[in-house]
């Protein structure tokens, strides 16, 4: 079946620093790939939508200068998130679309502290 | 992105009895689909409901697409441990953007 490989899945940096998340799709071609964000006992809200050549394209609330998304080619999407703060701590969890559903990475759990 | 809101938030069930977790919308869905993360891991795909009416059947799991795509519902008879997670049920737009609902946490008394 068709594999997401997320990279780190697990990170802890310190506050101001910047951290880079790697989504690949690694049997299959991604076109689209999406980005998430759960916080403890929360659900998933979709962070952003990365798009193969072009730019992303970010839910409202979402700070484009701060979560910088680039999908490079059509097996790889990251997500850098930048100046981390505490706050920003979260489960970050990519998707790719083949088809339909849509398949998951195994998730980054990000800690600033 | 459309709404979607699941009840219960939580489910504590003895093991061995049934229990049943309900996604509602406001709006028409085209597409319904529901996920289970297990504690500390990520989402992994249970089923896709596409039709009025639909109904499908993973063994002990039943789901149900409402006749108006309103509303689904995620039914499993006789709780295992194994059962034991979060359930979401998502919509999926158009664009393949999905909403998920808040979940329902499961914990199975033995």
């Known amino acids: 079946g068709a594999v997401v490989s997320q990279h780190p899945s697990w990170v802890i940096c310190k506050s101001g620093t910047s951290v880079k998340i790697e989504c690949r799709s690694l049997?299959?071609?991604?076109?689209?790939m999406f980005w998430y964000r759960q916080f403890p006992k929360q659900s998933l809200m979709l962070m952003a939508t990365s798009n193969e050549g072009s730019k992303a394209t970010y839910e409202q609330g979402v700070e484009k200068d701060k979560f910088l998304i680039n999908h490079a080619s059509l097996t790889l999407s990251t997500l850098t998130v930048t100046s981390a703060h505490p706050e920003d701590s979260s489960f970050y969890i990519c998707?790719?679309?083949?088809?339909?559903?849509?398949?998951f990475g195994n998730g980054t759990r990000l800690t600033v502290t | 992105g459309q709404q979607v809101m699941q009840i219960p938030q939580y489910q504590h069930v003895q093991e061995g009895e049934d229990f049943t977790t309900y996604c509602n919308s406001s709006t028409t869905l085209s597409n319904i689909q529901w996920y289970k993360q297990r504690p500390g891991g990520h989402p992994v795909f249970l089923i896709q409901?596409?039709?009025?009416?639909e109904v499908k059947k993973q063994k002990r799991l039943t789901f149900q697409f409402g006749e108006a795509k309103k509303n689904s519902s995620l039914h499993i008879t006789a709780t295992q441990t194994t059962d034991v997670g979060t359930y979401f049920c998502?919509?999926?737009?158009?664009?393949?953007?999905?909403?998920f609902g808040a979940g329902t946490t499961v914990t199975v008394r033995a």
């Open positions: 998707s790719a679309r083949l088809g339909s559903p849509l398949h």
């Open positions: 998502a919509a999926r737009s158009n664009d393949y953007k999905l909403s």
């Open positions: 049997d299959f071609q991604a076109t689209t």
């Open positions: 409901l596409v039709k009025s009416g």
